[in-house]
């Protein structure tokens, strides 16, 4: 049975005769992740938070688990929320919480992390910049989805991720082609 003992600014858990820090928890945690074991994990995770409840990585890792496994987005926000508000400045969370506010089209929370995001070290501007440009492109707004795909081109330097926005560029002009013609052919009866 594990039981903590806070001393020395850190927890410390006692199983057996090994000690477990709260880093090692996560660490921990995030092993039964990796081996698919998310009922340890969540359980794991949550021992971190009971011993340290500003472990924002724990909130960002329950935020993601709610988000991909349960489908549960308010709780998801939840988590990720106290992940930025702790840690602003951790650059993992961000791209998944722009991806749950596309998902939940919140429009203006949308642009303001996707800023935040952008000033924060570490981010991958082309990731979120992709992101911006499919939420334009799913609201058929396909003079933003243009230009955010064109900055993420810009903000890469894998030639991967370069041809990947090349073809969505080619898929936007396809689709404003298409939408003139309709509009040309819908307007001249």
């Known amino acids: 049975m594990l039981r903590p003992d806070k001393g020395l600014n850190k927890t410390i858990y006692f199983h057996m005769d090994v000690l477990y820090t709260v880093d090692e928890k996560y660490l ?9 074991e998310l009922p340890k994990a969540l359980h794991l995770f949550n021992e971190v938070l009971s011993a340290d409840p500003e472990y924002a990585r724990a909130y960002y890792q329950l935020g993601s688990c709610y988000f991909y496994q349960f489908k549960n987005y308010q709780t998801a926000g939840y988590y990720y929320k106290q992940c930025i508000s702790l ?3 951790f650059p993992d969370v961000y791209e998944h919480y ?20 952008l000033r924060v070290p570490g981010v ?3 990731r979120i910049y992709e992101y911006l440009g499919l939420y334009a492109e799913e609201q058929q707004n396909f003079a933003k989805a243009k230009q955010q795909y064109r900055l993420a081109a810009l903000a890469t330097a894998v030639p991967a991720e370069h041809n990947l926005f090349q073809d969505h560029l080619e898929r936007i002009g396809k689709k404003q082609d298409t939408n ?5 052919t819908t307007g001249g009866n």
């Open 28 to 36: 921990q945690a995030i092993e039964e992740l990796y081996y698919g």
């Open 87 to 89: 840690e602003a400045e």
């Open 98 to 117: 722009l991806k749950l506010l596309i998902t939940l089209k919140m429009d203006r929370s949308v642009e303001e992390v996707a800023q935040k995001a």
């Open 124 to 126: 991958c501007k082309a």
């Open 180 to 184: 003139r013609a309709v509009i040309y």
